[in-house]
């Protein structure tokens, strides 16, 4: 499903600069490292501030911290990807309510959550699930009207792009994660929140630092650790100005599968323009797990994501939901090897195990 192993070596002279740079600096977090990423990405995305922090779930946490206006307890998201922002919702200490999703984008959109804005409801997380960019002005409008902040999750569509802005730049706050898989991935961990709003960056800032002002000044409650290393920081410096050209290998690998699939029994989604990254290249059936069966006798080995929505979880003990879209891809959804570093070669191989399919 991915070799990280390639990249690496592909990046090899380009991370060993950056890491000696750190080395020599002798500055190991919140250094030059880190303010040069930020800045780059807050450019990257058309947006005014971002603050870099230690991962994915982290950047959603205090994102939502941040958005929940006073006296409102809950967070509305989709139950269909991963469970990352119900980790994040109920560790900042809010409920969290789910909504079906489109059953063409597989996200929330302004009607599948308009009968969920109960008065409790301050945050809603948009996901760009797979790394499609969901067309979410109608939301944010709708949201805003309401006195509801819209957290943009962009871990997994990092880079892509519609006319009006770029992933992150839509809602109050956005996130991504740079886990080593996502399509922008350090070494390690960290993640990242941007924001066109001053104030809400400034409050991150504090957040991700027990809550400081200045060194050793608690100014907010709710603070946490959670800083973004000099180390990392240097590699996604590093690392961003390929992200446009991976991307567009991760569209034309989706492309080749929706192409092998056409008139078989898998419906492989296709990842299509600049508002979609193709982070994964996933495709329905009805049949999974013969499908899963002969991809893996033609050497194709798939994934799930993700097979147990957040509202069957037993471990996040929701209130009992109904959700028919988000259950009906739980259940049909499956993953075909996609990143960047894979050779034309296994491209070819997932292609002709796909036909075997028909
Ligand atoms: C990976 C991922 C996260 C979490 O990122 P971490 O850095 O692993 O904490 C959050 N949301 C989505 C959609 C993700 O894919």
């Known amino acids: 499903m991915n070799d990280l192993s390639r990249g690496i070596r592909r990046d090899r002279e380009l991370l060993t600069l950056a890491m000696t740079q750190v080395l020599d600096s002798g500055w190991v977090v919140l250094g030059p490292q880190h303010d040069s990423f930020q800045k780059a990405l807050a450019e990257y995305l058309g947006v005014s501030h971002v603050i870099g922090v230690a991962s994915g779930t982290d950047a959603l946490e205090l994102a939502i911290k941040v958005a929940m206006p006073e006296g409102r307890t809950t967070v509305l998201s989709a139950a269909n990807a991963g469970g990352y922002a119900t980790t994040a919702a109920r560790r900042a200490g809010f409920r969290v309510r789910y909504?079906?999703?489109?059953?063409?984008?597989?996200?929330?959109?302004?009607?599948?959550?308009?009968?969920?804005?109960?008065?409790?409801?301050?945050?809603?997380?948009?996901?760009?699930?797979?790394?499609?960019?969901?067309?979410?002005?109608?939301?944010?409008?709708?949201c805003h009207e309401r006195g509801i902040r819209v957290v943009e999750d962009c871990a997994q569509a990092i880079g892509a792009r519609r006319p009006e802005g770029a992933a992150g730049s839509f809602g109050d706050l956005s996130t991504t994660s740079f886990y080593p898989t996502k399509n922008l991935g350090a070494l390690g961990d960290g993640g990242a929140v941007a924001t066109n709003n001053a104030a809400f960056a400034a409050k991150v800032t504090q957040l991700r630092q027990y809550g400081w002002v200045s060194k050793y000044r608690v100014a907010i409650a709710g603070g946490a650790n959670s800083r973004l290393d000099e180390i990392q920081a240097a590699v996604l410096l590093a690392r961003?100005?390929?992200?446009?050209?991976?991307?567009?290998?991760?569209?034309?690998?989706?492309?080749?599968?929706?192409?092998?699939?056409?008139?078989?029994?898998?419906?492989?989604?296709?990842?299509?323009?600049?508002?979609?990254?193709?982070?994964?290249?996933?495709?329905?059936?009805?049949?999974?797990?013969?499908?899963?069966?002969?991809?893996?006798?033609?050497?194709?080995?798939?994934?799930?994501?993700?097979?147990?929505?957040?509202?069957?979880?037993?471990?996040?003990?929701?209130?009992?939901?109904?959700?028919?879209?988000?259950?009906?891809?739980a259940g049909q959804s499956l993953s075909l090897p996609c990143f960047p570093e894979l050779?034309?070669?296994?491209?070819?191989?997932?292609?002709?195990?796909?036909?075997?399919?028909?």
């Open 343 to 358: 050779t034309d070669e296994e491209i070819l191989t997932v292609c002709k195990a796909i036909r075997a399919l028909a």
């Open 99 to 142: 909504a079906d999703v489109d059953f063409e984008s597989l996200c929330l959109t302004e009607a599948t959550i308009s009968a969920a804005l109960t008065a409790d409801i301050g945050v809603v997380v948009i996901t760009h699930l797979y790394g499609n960019l969901t067309d979410i002005g109608g939301l944010v409008a709708l």
């Open 240 to 329: 961003l100005p390929q992200l446009d050209a991976l991307n567009d290998r991760r569209r034309w690998i989706i492309a080749q599968y929706v192409a092998a699939a056409a008139g078989g029994p898998l419906r492989v989604l296709p990842a299509v323009g600049e508002h979609h990254v193709a982070h994964l290249a996933v495709a329905l059936t009805a049949r999974r797990d013969e499908v899963r069966g002969v991809l893996a006798e033609h050497g194709v080995s798939t994934d799930i994501h993700f097979p147990v929505p957040d509202h069957e979880q037993p471990g996040f003990n929701a209130e009992p939901h109904s959700l028919p879209n988000t259950e009906e891809f």
